[in-house]
């Protein structure tokens, strides 16, 4: 008997055919004995659809209705599922975050999990239940419904999983495994059978949605295994685990290659504070008032005039939040003397990652070469240790990920 956490993603709810299959398959392992959580998302793109109808009747959403009205996606199909099993003969329940314990911080949108109050899972359980669990919210200490960020059901999987210390953590989704690119961009992309906490880590959070960035977070700090797998093809999916786990599984004492994967992030926009004082103080003060804010910097780059007493600074931030950003540079820019802001979302950023780039010099070089060849210019550029980013135009951005995957030969690794 194994304690299973399954996680389905809204594609895979997205008709009442797939709730009904999945509530069978979940019957199958019941009846072997296995105690299930399973976490669901909103069905098909309910979020996005709830999103615009908010749009169309509020034009600044106050941020507690917003998670009011969100999070409702998702108690649909909890309540769906946990039917289907009910009608199957399965006994199950559903539950809300709030209701499954999920306590929040106090912050209305993006709050992380604080914990999990497990008493009324673990008596569902022992009851013999199947427990359905809303993803992507939970209670804060006042009691009010909290989101957790778009994306969020893959982390509240995760946490569940640990708080459960969960035997099995499958998070179930419409592609068969993690790719080394979104294969909806490059059609012969590779399915890689394991890969680290630290480079999913970076690929998620440059732009491959595959997983919630934070989910992977949450992993690795439990060491709890994530297996990301097709919701439609009985098939192994990849393993998302520790380096050691990883060299235990393939035998490898060292890795080769530089480049293990290539995400594209198309939902981020670059300001500019141009001509300010090139002094000490400027960029705190600047970067001080956006995280006054609550608004996350990616890339930021200071160039200095020719005449050296002049700098300008761009950055880059989350497009959602461009009017917002826009906004603080304005002030902050008025007080430095800054001749102009400008803005720009017509720009997506190109990173590769890959733990095998730091003892490959060579890889930032290589890339700039494959862009140049293209004609694609690179408006900023960031490094670390595992990844190097680009920002460049957003209609070049899917070609560039394509001759990049092509020139790191990625198709062909194993
Ligand atoms: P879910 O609704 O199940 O949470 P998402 O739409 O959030 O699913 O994530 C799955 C999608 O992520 C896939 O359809 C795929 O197009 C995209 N994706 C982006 N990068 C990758 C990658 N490297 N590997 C696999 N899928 C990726
Ligand atoms: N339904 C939420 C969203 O669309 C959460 C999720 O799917 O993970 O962002
Ligand atoms: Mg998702």
């Known amino acids: 008997m194994a304690l299973i956490v399954h996680k389905y993603g809204g594609t895979s709810l997205g008709t009442p055919e797939k709730i009904k299959n999945i509530a069978k398959k979940l019957k199958g392992l019941k009846e072997k004995g296995n105690q299930l959580v399973v976490i669901v998302s909103a069905m098909g793109h309910t979020t996005d659809e709830l999103i615009d109808l908010m749009n169309k009747v509020s034009a600044n959403p106050d941020n507690r209705e917003y998670d009011m009205l969100i999070s409702t996606g998702e108690q649909v199909s909890a309540s769906l599922l946990a039917m ?3 009608d199957l003969g399965c006994s199950a329940v559903s ?7 999920v306590v929040t911080e ?29 993803g992507f919210q939970g209670i804060d200490s006042k009691g009010d419904i909290i989101t957790i960020g778009r994306g969020g059901s893959d982390t509240s999987a995760v946490a569940v999983a640990a708080a459960l210390q969960a035997d099995v953590c499958d998070i179930y989704t419409d592609v068969d495994g993690v790719y080394t690119t979104d294969p909806r961009i490059v059609s012969d992309a590779r399915k890689i059978k394991y890969i680290s906490y630290e480079e999913m880590l970076e690929l998620a959070s440059l732009g491959a949605q595959v997983l919630h960035p934070r989910s992977i977070e949450c992993a690795s700090i439990y060491n709890m295994v994530i297996h990301l797998r097709s919701s439609t093809k009985d098939i192994t999916g990849t393993y998302i685990m520790s380096p050691q786990q990883i060299a235990k599984e393939v035998g490898k004492m060292e ?27 400027i960029a705190a003060k600047l970067f001080g008032a956006l995280a006054a804010e609550k608004i996350n910097v990616d890339m930021i780059v200071q160039s200095v005039h020719s005449a050296g007493s002049l700098a300008d600074m761009a950055f880059t931030v989350e497009r959602t939040e461009l009017r917002k950003a826009v906004q603080v540079a304005e002030k902050v820019g008025k007080e430095l003397k800054s001749e102009a802001v400008i803005s720009d979302s017509d720009v997506c950023k190109v990173s590769l990652v890959g733990i095998g780039m730091v003892s490959q010099p060579g890889t930032a070089a290589k890339m700039f070469e494959v862009l140049s060849q293209e004609k694609i210019n690179i408006q900023m550029i960031a490094t670390s240790e595992i990844k190097i980013s680009c920002v460049i135009k957003k209609e070049q951005g899917k070609k560039a990920v394509q001759i990049l995957h092509k020139a790191f030969g990625l198709e062909k690794v194993s």
């Open 84 to 86: 289907a099993l009910i």
């Open 255 to 281: 890795k080769q290659e530089a480049v293990r994967g290539i995400a594209l992030d198309e939902n981020i926009a670059k300001v500019g504070v141009l001509k300010i004082a090139d002094k000490p103080g």
């Open 106 to 134: 106090d912050i209305y949108k993006k709050a992380r999990i604080k914990h999990i109050h497990l008493d009324r899972l673990k008596n569902e359980l022992k009851a013999g239940k199947v427990v359905v669990i809303t």
């Open 95 to 101: 539950l809300t975050g709030g209701q499954a314990g």
